[in-house]
């Protein structure tokens, strides 16, 4: 980044201003709310790249997306991971290139880009070279193997968005102006893109919006920001109330009215019935939000809030979205204390094993999701966790005490759990029932 430089004394360093141009580039990224940029403006409407003849002049625009006219329509996508909204290179293109032509020499003021996905083709590369087009030996439409400077184009900024590792997701903004509010003037602009991510194949950004705003005009109409997208509804009895937050996917707002809604409503009371005990005060506000930027993890609770994935959910919708949800129903009823990690009185596996007995066995018993089969048995411990657990605690209750995961859960509520739990419930060590319950399904095999 080059500065018009200051001298100690306050005399100005005046070594020619095109050399010192004090061009700065300001990038911001914001991932947990639609459009909050700190300091970068929404989308402009009319700005002069909204009157732009747009054209890719080196590599291919992928056909899935809008193309060129995503770049300047003033419309910025409604959700994340939208490729018709966007303009995008096709994967494998090389050297590519977008040209801005303004249609006359215009001031430019800054120029700002603008892009949105979940993850790694969020992230802007590039570099923005400018012309007048009266520049000695200019070339407007300069083949790939050009080079830029010797056809005539200056070199403006360079831009890179790309965060830490694990957040690239997200609405990202470039911001590329001067102190003075004018960047030159210039007729064409020319984008030259870089993968949002080396050597990646979806590391193509999805670029929304470029807008370049004319120093000489008024200042440009912004479009609106969003409204949030809540679902707000309580349980039968009026006790609970819940919210689901699609500000961040509005495209799952239907199915999460549909779909969602009535098995919240119906299933968080069964589960604090369920997990009922002594002094026992349920959330009664739980809130569901879609998220971005949680890796590889479905969902989580923490307290009575619940994030679900925004991509895992798309493609899990008609598969495993609503049981992902009331695994986390059943954290926000588990209501355990905090403690340090690996507390004994805590076991990560019962933590987990509950709400995936409560998902499998009473939510979807149908489908078997957590049967052991002899593919599975060799390695199957009742500590296993998740639905190894589920399936142990199912065959546990069943066989010896029928109130026995509300016990449990109680026990690790009240931060009573230890290992004689086992002793007291059902008359036998852990161990010994681990190899009781491994009996029993090698037996079921058998005949099977
Ligand atoms: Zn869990």
Redesign the pocket.
Known sequence: MLRVLFLASGAVLLASQSVFAAVEVKTERTSGSLFEFQSIPLPALDDAGSTAKIVVISGQSDGKGKGTQALNDGEFPSYSDHPASNFFFSEGSNQNRILFDLGKATRVKNVVSYSWHSDERAPQVYALYAAKGDEADFNAKPSPDTNLEEAGWALVAKVDTSPGLGQRGGQHAALISDAEGNLGVYRYLLFDVSKSVADNPFGETFFSEIDVIDADAPEPKRIDRPDPVLITFTDKSQTYKFTIDATLAPDLKDWSKEKLQPVVMEWYPRIVELLNSEGFYPPQKVTLRYQNEMGDKP???EGPNIALNIGWYRDQLQHEALGAAV??L??VAQLYPITRRNDPAKPEWI??GI??YVRWYLYEPQSQGAELTSHSLPEARYDGS?RVTANFLEWASRTYDKDLIQKLNTSVREGKYSTKFWKATTGLTEEELNKAWIDHHRARLIQN
Do not use: K, L
């Open positions: 969902a989580w609770a695994h986390e059943v954290h933590v987990e709400p995936d998740y």
